[in-house]
C-alpha cells in the first residue's frame, strides 16, 4: 500500500523550480501546471500511487512537487483559489 506525506486539507507550497517535461516522483511536470509554481495550496484528494490533486489545478501531484518543510506556513501563508477578496 501507498503511503501519503499529506492528508485532505494540508497545506503545501507548489515548488517554484519545477522544470516541464521534467519527471518528480511518478509524475511528469507538464506546461499547464507552470502557473502553480510557489503557490500555497491545499489537498484535495489522495491518489492510490501516492500522488495528490490539488485545490486550482485538474493535474496529479507528487510530493517531489512540493516544498518538504511546510511546517512554518501560517493561516496568513494560505489565500483560498478564487475567493473575491483577494482577487
Avoid at 501546471?33 to 495550496?41: A, D, L, P, Q
Avoid at 510530493?63 to 483559489?81: G, N
Wanted: glycine share 8%; charged share 25%; with cysteine.
Amino acid at each position: 500500500m501507498t503511503t501519503h506525506k499529506c492528508k485532505i486539507g494540508d497545506t503545501v507550497m507548489v515548488r517554484d523550480d519545477l522544470v516541464s517535461g521534467n519527471c518528480y516522483g511518478t509524475n511528469t511536470f507538464v506546461c499547464p501546471m507552470i502557473h502553480m509554481r510557489g503557490k500555497t495550496v491545499k489537498i484535495t484528494g489522495l491518489c492510490v500511487n501516492g500522488a495528490y490533486e490539488i485545490e486550482g489545478s485538474f493535474y496529479i501531484w507528487t510530493d517531489e512537487m512540493f516544498y518538504d518543510d511546510t511546517t512554518e506556513l501560517s493561516e496568513f501563508d494560505y489565500v483560498p483559489m478564487n475567493d473575491p477578496k483577494y482577487l
